[in-house]
C-alpha cells in the first residue's frame, strides 16, 4: 500500500516532442506528489508538485495531471529538449515528509 | 545561498566495517531525512531527523543510525557494512516537519568491497 508504481521505465521522445510519464499510487493518506528530475551523478531536484484538492499544475513546459479518483498522476513534458535526457521520479508523502519514489523513468530526448 | 552538502562524495569500504556520512542542509531548514539509492532504484526512506530526534524511520534494520546535531546538521553511520549496503546515499533537507519541499544533496556514493 505504501507503492508508488511508475511508467514508463525508459522514453525515447524526438526534439519538440512531448513527454509523457504516469504514476499510480494505493495509499489515499498521500497528500502531496512532487516530480524530481536527475542527472548522473547529482542528487533528485525538485521540478514541480500538486496537492490531491488540484487536478492539474503548470510550470513552463512542466504540467501534472492528478486523478484523484483513479489515484494517479502524470507528468508532462512540452516541447521536450535533449537537455530534458535525465531520469524522472514520481513521489508520494503523507504529512511528514516521508517521500515514497516510483521507480524512475529514463528520458532521452533525440535531436 | 548554499544547498544541502554532503561529505563525502566517495567512500570506499570493506565488509564489516563502519562508516560515517555527513550532511548540512540548507540555510533556513532544520528537518533532514537520509535516502538510500540503489543504482537503476528510486531513492528509499531510510529516517528523518527533527529537533535532534528521530520522528520516522523507514524499514531499514538498527544497523542504520543517525545523529541530528543543534546546528541542524546530521550524520548517518551504518555498522558491519554488507555488499549490499554499496548505494548512493542522499540526504533532504526541509523547512520543517510536514512542511515545505525537500531539498535533496548530491549524495555521497558508498562501495563496499
Known amino acids: 500500500q505504501q507503492q508508488v508504481k511508475q511508467s514508463p521505465q525508459s522514453l525515447i521522445v524526438q526534439k519538440g516532442g512531448i513527454s509523457i510519464i504516469n504514476c499510480a499510487y494505493e495509499?489515499?493518506?498521500?497528500?502531496?506528489f512532487p516530480w524530481y528530475q536527475q542527472f548522473p551523478g547529482k542528487g533528485p531536484a525538485l521540478l514541480i508538485a500538486i496537492r490531491p484538492d488540484v487536478s492539474e499544475k503548470k510550470e513552463g513546459r512542466f504540467t501534472i495531471s492528478f486523478n484523484k479518483s483513479a489515484k494517479q498522476f502524470s507528468l508532462h513534458i512540452m516541447d521536450s529538449q535533449p537537455g530534458d535526457s535525465a531520469t524522472y521520479f514520481c513521489a508520494a508523502a503523507t504529512q511528514g515528509g516521508k517521500l515514497i519514489f516510483g521507480q524512475g523513468t529514463e528520458l532521452s530526448v533525440k535531436p | 545561498d548554499a544547498g544541502v552538502t554532503q561529505s563525502p562524495t566517495h567512500l570506499i569500504k570493506t565488509r564489516g566495517q563502519q562508516v560515517t556520512l555527513r550532511c548540512s542542509p540548507k540555510?533556513?531548514?532544520?528537518?533532514v531525512s537520509w535516502y538510500q539509492q540503489a543504482l537503476g532504484q528510486g531513492p528509499q526512506f531510510i529516517f528523518q531527523y527533527y529537533e535532534e530526534e528521530e520522528r520516522q524511520r523507514g524499514n531499514f534494520p538498527d544497523r542504520f543510525s543517525g545523529h541530528q546535531f543543534p546546528n541542524y546538521s546530521s550524520e548517518l553511520n551504518v555498522n558491519a557494512l554488507l555488499l549490499g549496503d554499496s548505494a548512493l546515499y542522499l540526504c533532504a533537507s526541509s523547512p520543517s516537519t510536514g512542511e515545505g519541499p525537500q531539498h535533496f544533496g548530491d549524495g555521497t556514493r558508498l562501495s563496499i568491497l
Open positions: 495509499n489515499t493518506a498521500f497528500d502531496y
Open positions: 540555510s533556513g531548514h532544520d528537518t
